[in-house]
């Protein structure tokens, strides 16, 4: 019995406990059982000091998250009661701290949320939001009011293009985002500004096995009325070559009606919003159109075998069928200043078909949050409270690591790294200055600095030689940078490859990040770090010569390819000839810098020098109950497909 209820104090003790570093004695047993007695009572929320929230994902509602739980936190914040009680750690503590700390000092906050996938970051995002709407929005009426409807609206869209459904998580960010709320000198809310990072693009056109598109192809086959349907040819949801074998989810149909309204609440006008459906209808079709080879039509390159198809989609692009067949058969390059035809068999032209949705998404999404921003983003603002969210660290099970997990991965690992010397070095120097530097303990923690050597050294890291073999292709290829990345870093600790081939085909390697060894396939690497846009494409959508006459005549679809968008390469002797593109892989915008210092190597690092420059930000450090403690911090690196990566 004395056993038992012994055993019942130290649960009870360790559930009492909202701040780690209160704990008498500190060690990872000690902090697990800490969080998983927390849990286990559905407290989710556990402080790490003054600026720092370790949350947990309950897969379940918990009634701590409720409006009612809120108004209290609100309420808290506004109370002079010098006898009030605490409340406990929470996610709208942590906002409210923020917001009343940029109100007083007039300095802006950063709130870096990190954690990993399926960990709740998103959804901690969204209630830090709306904590901080409950603050700062004026009166019904009053100027700025609508802003706390427009703000989750806007999140609302965002989400719907920009995440999807995967096995461990139903609503998965594929994208980074951050987001700046700007206030007033009084304190209230008066815009947003939101930046896009590193959409995960291929999911177009192959979602991994087991997981979802991005959830607005089922939003509108699921939830067009039957005259959309009618108008944009949408037929069975199970006829999609793009959509796979996953069905409409039944909340799907609603959702949609959500996204238009929305919409309509951001000031998207109708004309816009069945614009923006016509092109979805044409990145489905596209999915569908099949290549065959027909001497008979072609003796050289492959044709579409379902031409009424093609005369569909041609119809909402606004170009001629002729032309779009052209640009999906054919490909244009530039070979010792001289442009040649390159005739595509059945395979390479679906893959040029591919690359086309791709691009068409891209931009949208990209034209989506910029249009958003013209709406609800203000230039003459007092301060700004920014949160940042990077989807997790990833390892596929499904098939090989592409470039797309390298670069989330060596975002988070700079993100860790940055909180990491954020949390136990910033004040070591002020502590050595004070005379306190060997009096104050040295806490030991995993230092992450030599894979971030590995990845990011100049010269010679691994993102440095990727961007060398890059440029010098086709003489260089994905074994040659593979070699090229062993006879450099083959004794590295953290990386390894055998030299050998994956189950595709291609070399691949190791590389052991904080959250583990993850092995990446070098399939496309270096195509894929060029980020190319196939140039037939723009100089059929957009015109070649650039004076505004030729391309789309469908103004939507040509004013997504406009040169803020796309960077075109045209031919020394001929300007109206386009030899390459690039879309733009950089937020049409920049996160505001009204103090100190410059924004160095470009915008990479653009979002970590806001942070630096606003001293102590708050981090919500957030991980699955799976899971056991880690925390992480914010980031993004240098070569060409990772220029946006945060």
């Known amino acids: 019995m004395a056993t038992n209820r012994q055993s019942t104090l130290l649960h009870q003790r360790l559930e009492a406990v909202g701040d780690l570093s209160k704990l008498p004695s500190i060690s990872d047993d000690i902090i697990v059982a800490c969080l998983r007695e927390r849990f286990m009572s559905d407290i989710i929320y556990t402080n790490i000091g003054s600026n720092i929230l370790v949350s947990f994902n309950p897969h379940k509602y918990v009634s701590s998250n409720a409006d009612s739980v809120l108004f209290n936190y609100a309420a808290d914040y506004s109370s002079t009661d010098k006898n009030k009680e605490s409340l406990p750690p929470h996610i709208f503590q942590l906002a409210n701290n923020a917001y009343y700390h940029m109100k007083r000092t007039t300095q802006d906050q950063v709130i870096v949320i990190s954690g990993e996938t399926s960990s709740g970051k998103s959804e901690s995002r969204r209630l830090a939001i709306k904590s901080i709407l409950q603050l700062s929005t004026s009166s019904p009426g009053k100027k700025g009011s609508k802003l706390s409807s427009q703000i989750p609206a806007a999140d609302f869209v965002l989400e719907s293009f ?11 960010s594929r994208f980074g985002k951050y987001t700046e709320l700007q206030f007033t000198d009084r304190g209230r809310i008066c815009g947003v ?8 693009k291929n999911r177009v056109a192959s979602p991994p096995s087991g997981e ?8 509108l086959v699921a939830g067009a009325t039957p005259d959309e349907r009618a108008h944009l040819h949408l037929v069975d949801k199970a006829a999609y070559r793009y959509l796979g074998n996953k069905v409409v989810e039944p909340d799907d149909a609603n959702r949609f009606d959500q996204l238009k309204h929305a919409l309509k609440t951001i000031g998207f006008s109708k004309r816009h919003v069945a614009q923006t459906c016509q092109l979805l209808a044409s ?30 989609i041609a119809e909402f692009l606004g170009v001629p069928l002729s032309e779009l067949e052209a640009c999906l058969s054919y490909k244009s390059k530039l070979v010792k200043k001289e442009m040649c035809t390159i005739f595509l068999d059945p395979d390479a032209a679906s893959d040029n078909r591919d690359e086309l949705a791709k691009g068409l998404y891209g931009l949208l999404f990209t034209w989506l949050n910029e249009h958003i921003n013209q709406r609800l983003c203000k230039d003459d603002f007092t301060t700004f409270l920014a949160l940042f969210d990077l989807p997790g660290p990833q390892n596929m099970t499904s098939r090989p690591n592409s470039l797309d997990q390298f670069a989330v991965n060596f975002a988070n690992e700079r993100l860790h790294h940055w909180v990491q010397q954020s949390i136990f070095e ?14 104050v303990p040295t806490i030991p923690y995993f230092d992450n600095s030599e894979c971030i050597r590995l990845l ?5 890291g691994l993102i440095h030689i990727m961007d060398d073999q890059a440029r010098r292709m086709p003489k260089k290829t994905n074994h040659t940078m593979i070699e090229a990345f062993i006879k450099r870093w083959g004794n590295h600790s953290n990386f390894k490859s055998a ?32 980020h190319e846009l196939n140039g037939d494409f723009v100089a059929l959508l957009r015109g070649a010569d650039g004076d505004g006459s030729g391309g789309s005549i469908n103004p939507f679809v040509k004013s997504l390819f406009s040169g803020k968008a796309i960077a075109t390469q045209v031919h020394p002797r001929n300007e109206e000839t386009i030899v390459g593109a690039q879309q733009n892989v950089k937020p049409m915008r920049a996160p505001s810098m009204r103090r100190k210092g410059t924004v160095r190597r470009g915008n990479a690092n653009a979002v970590p020098q806001t942070i630096q420059e606003d001293g102590e930000s708050p981090f919500a450090d957030l991980e699955p109950a799976r899971d056991g403690v880690k925390g992480a ?8 497909i990772i220029h946006s990566c945060v």
């Open 283 to 312: 990145i489905l079709h596209l999915g569908n159109l099949e290549f065959v080879t027909d001497r008979s039509r072609n003796e050289d390159a492959a044709v579409v075998r379902n031409l009424d198809l093609l005369t569909l």
């Open 456 to 460: 990011q050294n100049r010269p010679g």
């Open 499 to 530: 030299g050998g081939v994956d189950r595709t085909g291609y070399p691949s390697f190791t590389i052991s990040h904080y959250h583990g060894a993850v092995t990446y396939s070098a399939e496309n690497f270096l195509e894929r770090n060029q």
């Open 212 to 219: 979802r598109n991005f959830h607005i192809f089922y939003y």
């Open 633 to 640: 911090g914010c980031v993004a690196g240098k070569f060409s």
């Open 426 to 439: 910033a004040r070591r120097p002020e502590y050595t200055s004070e005379g306190l530097g060997e009096i």
């Open 162 to 172: 920009g995440n999807a459904r995967t096995l461990f998580n139903p609503n998965a």
């Open 193 to 200: 500004k939101t930046l896009e990072y590193y959409l995960e």
